[in-house]
């Protein structure tokens, strides 16, 4: 699968890992794991509801969240945050 990253994700992620350099190599990871398997079981992504109803999450830690749309083969990411800011 293909990633886009958007602008806003862009602009989060930057600030996330510069408040927290530590998360560089998970959040590498989890890159990587999506454009493998956006279903690999340890992101736990699965689909939202709501006002968010045809996008999807997974997990980078415990309280960080990654929220992204699925396009043909192109995974656009769109925020990342915590449980609260994201959602």
């Not at 992101?43 to 396009?71: E, M, P, Q």
């Amino acid at each position: 699968m293909r990633l886009e990253l958007e602008k806003d994700f862009l602009k989060h992620a930057k600030k996330l890992l510069k408040k927290n350099p530590l998360l560089q190599q998970t959040y590498e990871e989890l890159l990587r794991k999506l454009s493998i398997n956006l279903f690999d079981p340890s992101l736990h992504t699965h689909a939202l509801s709501g006002g968010l109803k045809g996008k999807y999450a997974c997990s980078l830690t415990y309280d960080l969240r990654v929220i992204f749309n699925l396009y043909d083969d192109i995974v656009h990411l769109l925020d990342i945050g915590s449980h609260d800011e994201v959602y």
